[in-house]
């Protein structure tokens, strides 16, 4: 049997803010001066349940006020790399969403530096390589997601894509393709987040209006042939995060979760954690979790890890390494 937890692969849908643990939210409050409204660590942990994206949203944006310095942001990112380099995780492609923090008056400096300097760390002590993406709130205004680019540019050494994400309902990718339209043609890649709450259109106008390299989630796919069709004939990636989709009532039940409908229609799934330190369990979590609960074989486990190395923005060279390191692992597991 393959250990799922230290089978190498990429993590490619994580949002640094969404691994902030309330340990960790506590200690850059002090550090800060920030009050919470949560008396304990105990009451805040509590406080992670919800019942729909924006009950989520809501306290996700609410544990993120504590960050102000430099020191925060690389404490946040260091305290993710060192976890998922114990899970296996060669690489990372890490979303970040300036715009909740530059509305604070957190210059977007501060963010990205800090930011930078824990995924230099991590690959001098752990050998993660990484990316940073910058994600679009989906929420406010094309206007504001433009100024965004526009901060973004000196950083482009820094920053491989731009993605879109929060709240999805009403707020289609159209709204946003003059701004993709720029990205692109400043050198930026391009991700965004279509088919969870929003419907197959989504993923069609994020595929065709914002010209994405990876569809992040796209569960909802599957509702339409055409579409499904259209990703596995492109090979396009879903960066599908199943714990993700139960906590937020996107998928009912872990067992009648659609990724193995997934890979047996061709498509290139991969596996990823999403928010995890409110969804309940970080990427090696979530390949054990769902590899129980649909019964997924070792050869499937392996297909998921090279689908997430195939889908990664990292050169042909390093590709090739991880792959072959999985090979390796694989190899291993069939003969123990």
């Keep these: 049997m393959i250990d799922a937890v230290r089978l190498p692969k990429a993590e490619l849908h994580l949002h640094i803010e969404g691994t902030f643990e309330p340990e960790l939210i506590f200690e850059i409050a002090a550090r800060n001066g920030v009050a919470l409204k949560y008396p304990t660590v105990e009451a805040l942990r509590a406080a992670y349940e919800f019942t729909d994206l924006q009950s989520f949203l809501d306290i996700y944006y609410e544990g993120m006020n504590v960050l102000r310095e430099e020191r925060d942001y690389y404490d946040l990112a260091a305290a993710y790399l060192r976890r998922a380099a114990a899970q296996g995780v060669r690489h990372a492609e890490i979303f970040f969403d ?53 901060r973004a540019l000196p950083y482009r050494d820094r920053i491989i ?8 309902v009403g707020n289609p990718p159209a709204k946003f393709q003059a701004v993709f339209d720029r990205a692109r043609a400043e050198g930026f890649l391009t991700v ?27 569960v909802r796919s599957l509702e339409d042939a055409a579409l499904v069709e259209r990703l596995r004939r492109q090979r396009i990636p879903l960066t599908v995060c199943p714990l993700s989709n ?40 979530n390949f054990v979790q769902t590899a129980a609960a649909l019964g997924l074989t070792d050869d499937e486990l392996v297909t998921l890890a090279k689908n997430s190395i195939e889908a990664s923005f990292i050169d042909d060279a390093t590709k090739r390494a991880y792959l072959e390191e999985i090979e390796r692992t694989a190899a291993s597991a069939a003969s123990a």
């Design 161 to 168: 894509a731009v993605g879109l994400d929060s709240a999805e």
């Design 246 to 285: 139960v906590k937020l009532r996107v998928v009912n039940d872990l067992t009648k979760h659609p990724l193995k409908k997934m890979l047996d229609a061709g498509l290139v799934a991969t596996v990823n954690s999403d928010d995890p330190a409110y969804f309940g369990g970080y990427v090696g979590e």
């Design 98 to 150: 300036p715009q909740a923090h530059t509305d604070r008056g957190v210059p977007f400096a501060v963010v990205v530096e800090g930011l930078s300097a824990a995924l230099a760390d991590a690959r001098a002590s752990f050998g993660i390589t990484s990316h940073l993406i910058m994600c679009f709130l989906r929420d406010l205004s094309a206007q504001s997601a433009m100024e965004t680019l526009e």
């Design 192 to 218: 965004a987040h279509a088919g969870e709450e929003g419907g197959p259109e989504y993923v069609w106008e994020a595929l065709d209006l914002l010209r994405v390299s990876r569809v992040d989630h796209g």
